[in-house]
């Protein structure tokens, strides 16, 4: 009888560990943590605000952030929430974008894949009011290959064609099927990401934005060309002020 209690008793005991250790373990997971933290005035009234860029983890000892939001403790005692898109490293800037003399808040969140890909957010919280001002949209780009190993771009933000010779893989372009002894198989696109990155700059004597875009042939890694576009917020739109295709040098160049 009492080698039937300990053993239950026992039992009783591991089991409740283990439960207790599982608790533990998803708590620690959903621990909210603090990226970064910054003082300064973004409602426009003079008085410095905090404002915190905060992640939760996937689970425990992961790098991916399976939630992430801004919290702004402001100077009138409230706390405003932004809450963002799951990724990795999130990083904040602070620039007046908009012309309004107010830092507005601009964030970029990795999401791992392997173009290299960022989501972009801006905010402002002029008259702590949460505002999204949002980002521009990435260039319009249509793409095609061309017999001959070639290929072609035209954006039509700025109306212009861009043409690339991409002779040097040929011998690749034969062996995965693309082409049979110089001939297009069949009509192919290129592979035209969104912006990879989108940082502030000065231009035109005020900030803007310049976005990157990758332009791949066959694959991901087939990389052919950046193109760089910088853009200036104009009444509430996103206006285009210069475009620049930077293409990857090769012999046939």
Known sequence: MKRDLLFAFSAFFFMSLTAIT???????????????????DVTGDGKKDTVFMKGVPFEQGVL????????????DGKKYKIPLEGGYEPTIQFQDLNQDNIKDLIVTVETGGSGGLSNHYLYTLKDFKVTDLTVPEPLIIQSEFLDHYKATINIQNNNKTYHFNLKSRAEDYERIGLYHNGKLNEPTELMVLPFGTLKPIPLENQMGLKGVQRISGAYNADFIAFVESTWLLENGKWVVRDVNVMEKKTKDK
Request: overall charge negative; aromatic content about 10%; hydrophobic content about 50%.
């Open 64 to 75: 991916f952030l399976k939630d992430i939001f801004l919290e702004i403790v402001a100077s």
């Open 22 to 40: 599982g608790v533990y373990a998803v708590e620690e997971a959903n621990k909210v943590q603090i990226i970064s933290k910054d003082r300064l």
